[in-house]
């Protein structure tokens, strides 16, 4: 079955950087667009990034534009979100998902706290 | 950036009876429109896409309506397991946003 597990996570200082890693299994990974999405605690939803299948297209929300940076390996059927720059505002679950679109698969998340 | 207004913020509903969920767009989305479910402390679940397509075993009693800027989202008979937060999510153009959610808890 179609499996997705985010690593990476964790506690970081305002300015700082972290990656984060989603492994992908249970699927031709090569074949499936993937994207980040993320969660505050408490709040609401917020798309942030997309790489096409190949990982020539990718977009980025303004809000992480410049800061974050998407790529894909698909020899290693991964995703990766590279985060700079990072603010508390920043402090979210974070999750990977397949799909262009829409997202019928996701991972379990993975919190990634900004604070000082 | 599309904004998307979910109403209500919370809707209380008792076991058995149907339960309507609003979501607007601040502008056309065609039916590019998405529906999801999550549960404290796991990932969003697909219920709807295209506006009106049901996700992979997703059982029937969701159904999904609208184009355009105003959509639906019902639940015929909610079940204990329905009690959720619920997402809609236009795909019409970048970037992809999600509507604030609507709580669905258990009258």
């Known amino acids: 079955q179609v499996q997705l597990v985010e690593s990476g996570g964790g506690l970081v200082k305002p300015g700082g950087s972290l990656r984060l890693s989603c492994a992908a299994s249970g699927f031709t990974f090569s074949d499936h667009h993937m994207s980040w999405i993320r969660q505050a605690p408490g709040k609401g939803l917020e798309w942030l990034s997309y790489?096409?299948?190949?990982?020539?297209?990718?977009y980025y929300a303004d809000s992480v534009r410049g800061r974050f940076t998407i790529s894909r390996d698909n020899a290693k059927n991964s995703s990766y979100l590279q985060m700079s720059s990072l603010r508390a505002e920043d402090t979210a679950v974070y999750y990977c998902?397949?799909?262009?679109?829409?997202?019928?698969?996701w991972g379990q998340g993975n919190l990634v706290i900004v604070s000082s | 950036e599309i904004v998307m207004t979910q109403s209500p913020a919370t809707l209380s509903v008792s076991p058995g009876e149907r339960a309507t969920l609003s979501c607007r767009a601040s502008?056309?989305?065609?039916?590019?429109l998405a529906w999801y479910q999550q549960k404290p402390g796991q990932a969003p679940r697909l219920l709807i896409y295209g506006a009106s397509t049901r996700a992979t075993g997703i059982p029937a009693r969701f159904s999904g309506s609208g184009s355009g800027t105003e959509f639906t989202l019902t639940i015929s008979s909610l079940q204990s397991e329905d009690f959720a937060v619920y997402y809609c999510q236009h795909y019409n153009n970048w970037p992809q946003t999600f509507g604030q959610g609507t709580k669905v808890e258990i009258k």
């Open positions: 998902a397949r799909g262009q679109y829409f997202f019928e698969h």
């Open positions: 502008q056309s989305v065609s039916s590019n």
């Open positions: 790489i096409s299948s190949s990982g020539s297209t990718k």
